[in-house]
């Protein structure tokens, strides 16, 4: 298993089977979001208090999970960067970044559209959201800290360091409806009895999750890919893969 992961963080292994996982990751992505969107819009019953306007959960909660995951990758890869000093690593944290910050964006914006016919606002200053904005400034804190930086490598360690100690915010975002008297409502999917929310309207949301997830995972990876391309341009192993190219 480590030999794998070893060969997995050499850059033209790395290449070689990113290229081969995105055009099946893609058609998985399509089938799976035509059929979480089919699902939530359609047949789905309408929320027997909100109506239809609780539809936007199945954009809304998704990328507030992904807001989540992505910067727990980002600081698993930073600690990976540490201690390892592997390049693919830092590559991953960096390129993390922007993706993460998309998905926070959203769904604070979402949240926003929700929020005003059921809150009769667009915003209050609650906990949840409060420390979900605080996540955003994070990301994009990253983002603006690796550009200001002109040597990548030390610019990637201090991406790290900024990520392990950003990483505080996310137990705050996820238990925040339950430590605080929040508008926010609780917890109703991570339940540990069972999910206060109907199958009909659960299974949908499920679907959309691993939608979210598997964008990612393709954005991620074409990113990761010009990345390796642009940083190891005078390897032999591109130099290779070119000349195969115009072959």
């Known amino acids: 298993m480590m030999n794998f992961l070893h060969r997995l963080a050499s850059p033209p292994h790395f290449y070689r089977i990113s290229g081969r996982l995105l055009p099946w990751l893609g058609a998985a992505f399509a089938l799976l979001l035509v059929a979480g969107l089919v699902g939530g819009l359609y047949l789905a019953p309408p929320d027997y208090q909100q109506g239809d306007s609780f539809r936007i959960m199945y954009i809304h909660v998704p990328s507030a999970w992904m807001s989540l995951f992505i910067y727990m990758v980002m600081a698993g890869a930073g600690l990976i960067v540490l201690v390892?000093?592997?390049?693919?690593?830092?590559?991953?944290?960096?390129?993390?970044?922007?993706?993460?910050?998309?998905?926070?964006?959203?769904?604070?914006?979402?949240?926003?559209?929700?929020?005003?016919?059921?809150?009769?606002?667009?915003?209050?200053?609650?906990?949840?959201?409060?420390?979900?904005?605080?996540?955003?400034?994070?990301?994009?804190?990253?983002?603006?800290?690796?550009?200001?930086?002109?040597?990548?490598?030390?610019?990637?360690?201090?991406?790290?360091?900024?990520?392990?100690?950003?990483?505080v915010n996310i137990p705050i975002i996820h238990y925040s409806v339950v430590w605080w008297n929040t508008l926010h409502q609780g917890p109703t999917v991570t339940r540990f009895d069972k999910p206060a929310i109907a199958t009909s309207m659960l299974i949908p949301l499920l679907i959309m999750a691993l939608a979210f997830n598997l964008y990612y995972f393709i954005a991620l990876l074409m990113r990761l890919r010009l990345a390796l391309l642009e940083r190891e341009a005078g390897a032999r192993w591109v130099a290779n893969l070119l000349a195969e190219e115009e072959a």
């Open 84 to 167: 390892w000093r592997i390049k693919l690593a830092e590559l991953v944290a960096v390129h993390s970044a922007p993706i993460g910050a998309s998905f926070t964006f959203l769904a604070l914006v979402t949240g926003s559209l929700w929020g005003k016919p059921m809150w009769g606002t667009w915003w209050v200053w609650d906990a949840r959201l409060t420390s979900e904005l605080i996540l955003l400034f994070l990301y994009l804190g990253v983002i603006g800290l690796y550009n200001a930086i002109e040597d990548k490598r030390a610019a990637a360690r201090a991406v790290a360091i900024l990520a392990l100690v950003g990483v």
